[in-house]
Each structure stands twice: as structure tokens, then as C-alpha cells.
């Protein structure tokens, strides 16, 4: 089987697309990963949104094409989607590997397969394609939480496909999605995760996609996973005000560090008091009660996940009997509002906890300040 450098000089079946701002610690390795990949012609584009350390430099003699774009993912993808030739793309992550040297032309044979099979149906629609992930970490621990978000991404269900798994779709079906949303610097691949789910429909990849865990790592899995659900929340119910305001609260990847809660419970106080009101604190934390209740599969993929010892691979019956079973006997009103009463509880304990705390040493130590990373 031929390898793409090989066939470089044939037109490109695959045009792959990176965004990228100060990934030279990152992206050689991928660069290396996708010149193995065997039996399809690539056309390799990076979007860089204002590298400041060796990123350009480095596309510019890897024999990649560099497009200098404005900074943000979304931004940066439709600006090198924008010059592409091939009539396929292929969305990546500078922080991707891909060990399997067959695994681009396997996916793209499998979505061709999936678009033919659409094709011939009545209301044909676009197909676009994902990989399973497989976090690549640096250390032991948290085994089974990492395992939890691997096994999550070879479903497609919503909220569930993000940029870390790839995003592999025909030129016309992205251009009838209208490319990329450009409004927030992030949230872009679940804004089109959806459009796909709504306008087509999504296909788990053959093979798994490699992805770096240092986002979890530096910020910690824990708080990082809580302002993901955070995020999520909000923006399923269309408060953008939140993500407006609050730009850190996905920094990129080479600004991360220890992540730190309290000022995104600061905002949303101040939201609170100052936006909302009470009627619109009500209506908010109904839909995010709504919003909890529809993703309470989680818990039960969760326990399946944590049973596989004993349920073998690819086993989720305690998912299949919340689908069956508690999904629709939950469907009410009333439960949306008594979740969403006790979010606003929880919210409002770790308010109370925090002042508490800044009180006890604004009383022991009146000259200091309490530390604002608390959360």
C-alpha cells in the first residue's frame, strides 16, 4: 500500500485541517504521525491563530501549508477549510496522535461507505465522522474516570462529540453547515456537533484517535470536568451572557494551569443578583434542572463502565434500562423543577461555605485577604 508521500503528486483525497497557537512542543509529532499514513493522498493545513514561539517555522519546513488566521479555533479552521482542495476534511488537535498508519484511509473509506448507504435512503442527509479517544496521560491514577470519558466518546449522543475526537465530513456537507461558529473562541465543535445532529447524522470511526491529557493534569481532572458540566449547562439553555464575560474559562492549552473555580462562581452571583433577578434565577435553574435530568444517563454509563470487569466489553445494560425505563417515566415538569431547586441548593452551599471561610480569616488575620482560588 502506497504511502501518501509517495502519492503527493496525485491530487489530495484528504485535506486535514489543525488549528494551532504555540504548539511546537505538540505538533511534530502528529506532522510525523500523519506522513505515515498509508493509502490515501493527504494535503496537510495549519490554521495558526499568532504563534508566538517556533510553530510557524516548523509548518513552513514540515512541507505543511501555514495560514495565518485570527485567533481562535473556529476562526482558524474556517480560514485553512477556506483553502482547501480536497473534497474531504479532516478537523484535528495539534495535541492528536495517530499510531494506527491506516487509520485515515480506513475512515475515510467507512464515511464514503455511510454516505452512500444515505444516499440511497429516502431523506437522504450528511454523514460526518468521529474517532473514539484514548487520553494519552503522564501518570497512574484516575484510571476509571479516564476510562468514563473514553468509553463516552464512542457514542453519539449529544453534548458527547467534541474537537478532541476529530471531525471528518464531506466540502459540501461543512459548507451546508456554514463552516464553523466564530462567535466564542471555544464551544465551536459542540455548536457544529449539533448542526451535524440536527441537519445529518453522526458515524463512530473504525480505530481509536490519541489524545494528550495535559488539560486534565494541569488544571485538575476534577474542577476541569465540573466547569466542562458548567459550561454545558448554561450554554443548553442559551445564556451566552456567561461565556461573554467570562473568556478564561476555557484558556488554550499552552496558557493552563491549576484551574481556578471561585471567580466562576463570583460571576454567576453576580449574574444572579444583577441579570436574572428572581424570575429569571427561576427560569435558569429550571433549565438547568431540565438540562440534569435529560443527562442522567451519565449515572448509569457510569456504573457500566465501572462493572466492565464484570460485564465484559462493550456491555451497558444499566444504560439500556435507563433508556427504556427511567427516561420516560422521568420526562415531567415538576422533576425538572425539583432538580433544578436542588442545583440552586448546592449552588447556594458552596457560596455560604466560601464566605464562611473568607469571614474566619478576615476575623484571625484582618490584614490578609482570603485566596480567591478556593473552589
Known amino acids: 500500500m502506497p504511502r501518501s508521500e509517495d502519492i503527493a503528486a496525485s491530487p489530495p483525497e484528504l485535506s486535514v ?35 508566538t514561539d517556533a510553530t510557524p517555522s516548523m509548518v513552513q519546513t514540515s512541507g505543511a501549508r501555514l495560514v495565518p488566521a485570527q485567533r481562535g479555533r473556529g476562526a482558524q479552521m474556517n480560514a485553512a477549510a477556506a483553502l482547501a482542495t480536497s473534497p474531504y476534511l479532516l478537523f484535528l488537535h495539534a495535541d492528536s496522535r495517530l499510531a494506527d498508519p491506516c487509520l485515515l484511509s480506513r475512515a475515510l473509506a467507512a ?9 440511497g435512503a429516502a431523506g437522504s442527509a450528511g454523514v460526518a465522522g468521529h474517532f473514539r479517544l484514548r487520553f494519552l496521560r503522564s501518570g497512574p491514577g484516575k484510571r476509571l474516570s479516564y476510562r468514563y470519558l ?7 449522543r449529544a453534548h458527547t462529540t467534541n474537537g478532541d475526537q476529530g471531525l471528518l465530513l464531506s466540502r459540501p456537507f461543512f459548507d451546508q453547515l456554514g463552516g464553523f461558529d466564530q462567535s466564542l473562541p471555544f464551544l465551536e465543535d459542540q455548536r457544529i456537533g449539533e448542526q451535524i445532529r440536527s441537519q445529518g447524522r453522526w458515524l463512530t470511526l473504525p480505530g481509536e484517535l490519541a489524545t494528550s491529557a495535559r488539560r486534565f493534569e494541569s488544571e ?4 476541569r470536568y465540573l466547569l466542562m458540566g458548567i459550561m454545558m449547562g448554561l450554554y443548553s439553555i442559551g445564556e451566552h451572557r456567561f461565556f461573554t464575560r467570562a473568556p478564561e474559562v476555557y484558556r488554550v492549552q ?3 494551569g491549576t484551574l481556578r473555580l471561585w471567580p466562576i462562581f463570583r460571576l454567576l452571583w453576580s449574574m444572579v443578583r444583577r441579570d436574572w433577578g428572581v424570575v429569571g434565577t427561576l427560569r435558569t435553574f429550571y433549565g438547568l434542572g431540565r438540562t440534569i435530568r435529560r443527562n442522567s444517563w451519565q449515572l448509569f454509563f457510569f456504573l457500566d463502565v465501572w462493572l466492565r470487569p464484570i460485564l465484559g466489553p462493550g456491555r451497558y445494560p444499566l444504560l ?3 433508556d427504556r425505563v427511567i427516561a420516560p417515566s422521568t420526562d415531567l415538569k415538576m422533576l425538572d423543577g425539583l432538580v433544578g ?11 455560604t461555605a466560601f464566605f464562611g471561610l473568607t469571614e474566619t480569616v478576615a476575623k484571625r488575620w484582618p490584614h490578609r485577604r482570603p485566596h480567591a482560588t478556593s473552589g
Open 150 to 156: 473514553e468509553e463516552k466518546t464512542g457514542l453519539n
Open 320 to 322: 439500556r434500562f435507563h
Open 220 to 223: 485538575g481532572f476534577h474542577r
Open 111 to 119: 464515511l464514503q461507505t455511510a454516505e452512500q448507504a444515505e444516499a
Open 341 to 351: 431547586l436542588l442545583c440552586f441548593g448546592w449552588y447556594m452551599g458552596i457560596l
Open 17 to 51: 485541517i489543525i488549528p494551532t497557537l504555540n504548539e511546537a512542543a505538540h505538533l511534530p509529532a502528529l506532522l510525523t504521525d500523519l506522513r505515515r499514513q498509508q493509502g490515501l493522498s493527504l494535503e496537510l493545513i495549519i490554521g495558526d491563530g499568532g504563534s
Open 254 to 256: 499552552a496558557e493552563t
